[in-house]
């Protein structure tokens, strides 16, 4: 009997590992109302925002730097990226360190971050269905089946980040 449980319970857990390995998870944020998405393999971490000093000349999607243990760190103002209205950092408001690679790190400001959602394959679209011609950095849409409805924008960090 105890070995009967037991190969249960090995085959279940080979199952979720098996549906762990066609799931990518996303970390799911707001701005200006919207949820967005991007990969979480992209995000070293989350941060409240600390003082951020201004650069002056910089370019207008850039806040300013914060320091992060003993690093400067760019920290850019996705709003305005994305030609959303402003809004005052809050309480909710977060910066997602995003990982560029070679231990260089650069700070994305959001309004508040939701949680961590596991989409497979078919829970992804692609940035067709929105119509016409849609920027770069718009990967897809996400609609996680257990999510009643909610709708993902997913984007891509690079053009994001390569561009002003």
Do not use: C, N
Request: glycine share 8%; aromatic share 4%.
């Amino acid at each position: 009997m105890a070995a009967l449980v037991k190969a249960r319970g090995e085959r279940r857990a080979a199952r979720r590992a098996g549906e762990a390995g066609r799931r990518v998870e996303y970390l799911a944020f707001v701005l200006a109302g919207e949820t967005y998405a991007v990969q979480i393999a992209h995000i070293a971490e989350i941060l409240r925002p600390p003082r951020i000093t201004e650069v002056p000349r910089a370019p207008a999607t850039m806040l300013g730097v914060i320091s992060v243990r003993g690093k400067l760190v760019t920290v850019i103002d996705l709003r305005r990226r994305f030609h959303l209205a402003e809004a005052p950092i809050d309480r909710k408001s977060r910066i997602l360190l995003a990982d560029l690679g070679k231990g260089e790190q650069l700070g994305l400001m959001v309004d508040e971050v939701q949680q961590v959602w596991r989409l497979a394959a078919e829970e992804i679209e692609a940035a067709a269905v929105l119509g016409g011609e849609q920027p770069a950095h718009i990967a897809g849409i996400g609609r996680p089946a257990d999510a009643h409805g909610a709708t993902l924008i997913l984007l891509e960090l690079r053009p994001i980040l390569e561009s002003p």
